[in-house]
């Protein structure tokens, strides 16, 4: 007899990285409002965030998603909004706090490395994490999580032909993979849509990229408001095993 309670069992856990392991968005955010003072005398504040985001995405398909592209359109953003009145002092600022944000040092948010060291015992982990190769594969190596991990990709896009193509290379049937992240759009819609759970776990401030309107309505979503909560969430998804 088929036991479809022990076929539904989650048997991996994928992670995304930014806001998910580690703190992002809010330094994005302290850098662009930096970038607002900068521009003070040209336009209101939030004008230059309008047509930094406006910027950002025409340029995500090429530059992708990270700190140096994010750069790229804030001096794009800076030429055009003082139509070409900003210094080269003004702009050499602007660099340099691309460069600050790509050497700060890391910040993991609570309870991660506790949490993935006990989930590691049980089920094979993998990060999944979208943006600058170098960037990413840098802070995998400060955050001293990478061997927490049996897989580790860095994506172009988290959609849902980029989660399945990943899974089925790696072996992965997607009923049985379960996505934890900050994101509705990257790390929860895609992974239900492929028959998996999702995880939501906010954090407290969302890239203008990853907004969403609603909470997804799928047996397989939840959502938790720290990371420490997911051995239970596990224990019970996979029948208090
Ligand atoms: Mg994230």
Do not use: C
């Not at 309670?5 to 662009?32: G, P």
């Not at 970038?35 to 025409?58: C, G, K, T, W, Y």
């Not at 030429?79 to 009145?85: A, D, F, L, T, V």
């Not at 580790?152 to 988290?158: D, G, H, R």
């Amino acid at each position: 007899m088929i036991d479809v309670t022990v076929d539904a069992k989650i048997d991996v856990i994928a992670l995304d990285a930014d806001d998910t392991l580690w703190h992002s968005e809010s330094r994005f955010q302290e850098t662009q409002a930096r970038l607002s003072e900068i521009l003070d005398r040209h336009a209101p504040h939030a004008q230059v965030q309008d047509h930094l985001h406006e910027l950002e995405v025409r340029n995500i398909k090429l530059f992708g998603f990270g700190i140096k592209g994010f750069t790229l359109s804030m001096i794009e953003a800076a030429i055009e909004i003082s139509k070409g009145e900003i210094t080269a002092d003004e702009i050499h600022e602007i660099v340099m706090m691309g460069k600050a944000m790509l050497e700060m040092p890391m910040e993991l948010l609570n309870g991660v490395p506790e949490t993935l060291a006990e989930l590691a015992q049980n089920f094979p982990l993998f990060l999944i994490t979208k943006g600058d190769h170098m960037d990413q594969y840098n802070k995998i190596e400060k955050s001293g999580l990478a061997d927490h991990f049996k897989e580790i990709e860095v994506v172009m896009n988290k959609d849902v032909a980029s989660y399945g193509e990943l899974l089925t290379r790696h072996g992965v049937d997607p009923a049985k993979a379960m996505m934890v992240g900050n994101s509705i759009p990257s790390d929860i819609l895609p992974i239900l849509e492929l028959g998996g759970h999702g995880v939501y776990i906010p954090y407290h401030v969302t890239a203008s990229f990853e907004r969403h309107e609603s909470e997804p309505d799928n047996p397989r979503y939840h959502r938790l408001s720290n990371i420490a909560a997911l051995p239970a969430l596990l224990k019970e998804t996979n029948g208090g095993t």
